[in-house]
Structure formats: C-alpha cells, structure tokens
C-alpha cells in the first residue's frame, strides 16, 4: 500500500463502503452490463453507437493528486495526514483490515477478508 504523506493541494477523497467495494460501478443502460472503469464504459458505449465522451486533458490543466482515507474512524488511515495514495491501496486495506471475513481456516478457525 502506498502511504503518502498530504500534500496540501491533494484532494481528499472518502468512498462509502459500497462504493469502495463495488466491482462495477458504471453500468450499460442497454444491457447492465458493468465496467469497474467509466472509460471502459464509454468505449462500450461506442459498440452501441450511444453517445460517449474520454475525458482528454487539457495540457494547462492542474491535477491534484487525490489521497483516499479510510471509513473506519478508530483506523490510522482514517487521519488525512495517514491516507492512502491510490484507490486500489484503499480498497484492499478495507477488505482486508475491515471487511466481511467470509473464508476460514479449517486448522485454526481463524478467518479472513481474502
């Protein structure tokens, strides 16, 4: 996981629990089908000659970096100053620190998010 420390101008971003663990979050109105990427989605889109857009970025344009913290308010990520450096970091740290434990060890009994 990559740990960063804030930088001022990074833009601060705290995901619900669902949105964190969703899979596929944009969907095809045609056939609800889901991409976990909204520019999966839009190349998609094109297959069915909808309407679809890239984003293209302006070479003048500022990109703050974006920090992800952790739902979880007793966890040290929850602080801003602690957050994460990128969404796939921050979505397996809460799978694995504080989500659903759904697989068991069957020597030991003990349980685990992955």
């Not at 857009?53 to 344009?61: F, G, I, S, T």
Request: aromatic letters at 8%.
């Amino acid at each position: 996981m990559s740990e960063i420390l804030l930088n001022p101008d990074a833009e601060i971003i705290a995901l619900s629990p669902k949105s964190l663990m969703a899979t596929n979050r944009f969907v095809c109105e045609i056939f609800s089908k889901g991409f976990q990427r909204d520019q999966n989605l839009q190349l998609h889109r094109r297959g069915h000659n909808l309407p679809w857009k890239l984003k293209q970025r302006n070479k003048d344009e500022v990109v703050r970096k974006k920090v992800y913290i952790c739902l979880e308010k007793s966890c040290v990520h929850h602080d801003p100053s602690r957050a994460l450096g990128d969404l796939t970091g921050v979505k397996k740290h809460f799978s694995g620190k504080h989500g659903e434990k759904k697989w068991k060890c069957e020597r030991c009994s003990k349980k685990y998010a992955v």
